[in-house]
């Protein structure tokens, strides 16, 4: 039976690729938020999880107006990586897993979240980042991967709420894989940043302090209940990216325990958040 | 279900209560569609040639209003905004001039890039008075 | 305030819309499909309503294997007529009502539905053949058109219960925008038919009058709780289209007066259908 | 919530209790992508001038399977249905010979175009003794 065994948040900012794709992790600027992850990398080279579900958005790259999903599970064979610019990141293709998408897709339609399989997609920097921050440059991504992209740039992004509950939908899903399968669930984007007008450049650590310390310790009531204007007012508009970590939060149950966290400011505009949880328990099935 | 809001009017009213802030909302989103659009077809290398070469017949190919045209040409990132457009669609842009996010997102504060990267490395912007408006904090 | 004044359920049988526009409606295969039209076209051109919001099913027209939305809204300004494969249907494109259509979609995800949100579509004989069947070939369709594309091709379709929930979401949302609009709500598809292997050709006459007899009395708690096998079973492999009727049958309220009905076998492969009702409570949004 | 079946094994297991019925699930969504895509194409009038021209050549550009090939190439319905294929894809081709719905479906069924259409004129195929193969009913 596949089980999650472990859920990562991680902001997915995109000069963080630029930097470990061009191998300036170690300059001063660089060097304080790459020495969070350092732990993490040892700790998933043991954990060796057979497939990461990526909870992510698509920042205008594979998605453009035409047409705006509110929850996309990709449930391909591979994923190509987007020109979001300045050409496709020089990372592996990503490998999906098929079999446990489609699984996953069909029992999050039949209890009643109204999903978009997606069938054919390239993937940007807020699933490639994650990926680096974690895995360093391999050859190969060590993980299969199924992406499931949020809409958090057009309003109304899902409430915090709806990501919970989708967490929860998930968590059942992975429980009832026949296959034995070792599947983290990542939500990645945030913490605090703001991209647009005279306000940009908002960084609010106490916030952000918080909200780590409530998905360390929380068992929801008060996380899934934020809305969405106190991540704007708090965070800046870029900030609601967060209510992705609670679709891979609720994936782990009422109560996790924290195994690490990272906090940093800044890179690029944005602050930095990274942590890693386990379900606390025995199975995140029985939500 | 929780005590969320289910009103979208009052959801929507909240938004323009924060300082310096546009939400990309449906009325922007609608305003701003061609302009996204546009930015967004700088994603092929081929139309970024065509828009180096000629910017303002590249942008005449699009049913843009001339206010979006020109905001767009001045790199007006402010009023682009104010005109629907959004930042993810607008990146587009800056990345072909060879700007990162730090650098094209400092031109909105009225900062030099400077002081705005020295406020980033000194803790960013802080939230004290930028909450709201209206309750002013 | 906008409200829902109407539903219509009615078969969207392409034979019907080669018949109308090749102008053999008066032949005798077909007369008595379209007599059960006459009274409906009538009562329309009385009734006047500004917006009809459309709920059908794409058949692999605008949508193929590469994205697949379980709820799709239509919020552009106008549609396109697919081509099928003989050319798109010599009637005239569809205009949307983009203010309400992003109100209802605005509203909807605050509401949580996972709705995607379509602004560039053509649109197929889903949504235009029941457009025929009630306005005949006007220069310009009567109405302005909102479009909710349901995906009942890939299993699993959401289930009945989660239509009828998203219609009553929709009834919530109609009357909240401020407008004064008469709306009417058009679940179209069904009714018995099986399009495919040795079973094709099912016809289950006394199954589909009890259906009607639902729809025009029952408050919801059978019509919605009828698993997708029941209509496979019974109905033959695309009567499943029959569950769009409750997202219709869930926007008009608890109870309801039918107006006018008619059944036919057959049209083509299929059984057709056709319900007109009103909401029998004073407001539908008391839901 | 309703007392509905949340299991996917079990609510995927009922679809092959129905006699003479593919249900277009995930393994058979899978299974046919391509040939789906396939005749998807057709729906464009340039494809269906090349298909109509040499169809092998056509259909050797998809990467499709031999066997699924050969069922298109062999109009065997049943076969392509089998082989992953759905039926509103499938009528691209059909269309494309100038089938309707009701010639192609048919098909199927293994009677002539005549009895097809008079079982139907007479009020269709009756759902007794086709509604389940376990239960006989
Ligand atoms: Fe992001
Ligand atoms: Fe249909």
């Known amino acids: ?183 983290q669930v990542w939500g990645t984007g945030g913490m605090s940043h703001q991209l647009q007008g005279p306000r940009a450049g908002l960084i609010n650590a106490e916030w952000d302090n918080r909200f780590l310390d409530l998905m360390s ?54 602050a930095v958040g990274h942590l890693i949880l386990r379900p606390a328990e025995s199975s995140s099935s029985e939500v | 279900m929780t005590g969320r809001t289910r009103d979208i009017h009052a959801y929507l009213a909240e938004f323009d209560d924060i300082p310096g802030t546009r939400v990309y909302t449906a009325k922007r989103a609608r305003q701003g569609y061609w302009m996204n659009q546009f930015a967004m077809s700088l994603m092929k290398a081929e139309n970024r040639e065509r828009w180096k070469a000629d910017e303002r017949a590249y942008i005449d190919e699009w049913p843009m209003t001339e206010d979006q045209k020109q905001a767009v040409l001045d790199r007006d990132y402010n009023r682009c905004l104010d005109l629907g457009g959004n ?10 001039d060879g700007l990162s996010f730090l650098q094209a997102v400092g031109t909105m504060t009225g900062m030099s890039p400077q002081d705005y990267q020295a406020m980033m490395i000194a803790g960013g912007r802080s939230p004290e008075g930028v909450r709201s408006i209206r309750e002013k904090r």
């Open chain 1, 1 to 183: 039976m596949a089980r999650i065994s472990a859920g990562v948040a991680t902001s997915h900012i995109p000069a963080i690729g630029a930097t470990i794709d061009n191998g300036k992790t170690g300059e001063p600027y660089w060097a304080p938020v790459f020495a969070g992850y350092d732990w993490s990398k040892q700790w998933i080279a043991e954990e060796k999880p057979d497939v990461v579900i990526i909870v992510y958005n698509d920042h205008a790259s594979a998605f453009d107006m035409r047409i705006i999903p509110t929850f996309a599970i990709g449930c391909a064979d591979r994923y190509g990586i987007c020109d979001e610019g300045w050409g496709p990141r020089p990372v592996p293709e990503v490998i999906g897993h098929a079999d446990l998408a489609w699984h996953i897709a069909q029992s999050l339609i039949l209890d009643e979240f109204d999903m978009t399989i997606i069938n054919e997609m390239d993937v940007d920097h807020g699933l490639t980042v994650p990926l680096s921050l974690m895995f360093g440059q391999p050859e190969a991504w060590p993980v299969k991967v199924i992406p499931i992209a949020v809409n958090v740039v057009t309003y109304p992004p899902p409430s915090g709420n709806r990501c919970w509950q989708l967490g929860e939908a998930i968590a059942r899903a992975v429980a009832s894989f026949p296959e034995d399968l070792n599947v």
């Open chain 2, 87 to 96: 930042i993810y669609f607008l990146a587009k842009v800056f990345s072909t």
């Open chain 1, 217 to 270: 310790t929380n068992d929801g009531e008060t996380l899934r209940t934020i809305p969405h204007i106190e991540y704007l007012r708090e965070t800046g508009s870029e900030g609601i990216e967060m209510v992705m970590w609670l679709i891979m939060r609720g994936a782990l149950g009422r109560m996790v325990k924290p195994l690490h966290r990272h906090y940093h400011v800044p890179a690029s505009n944005t």
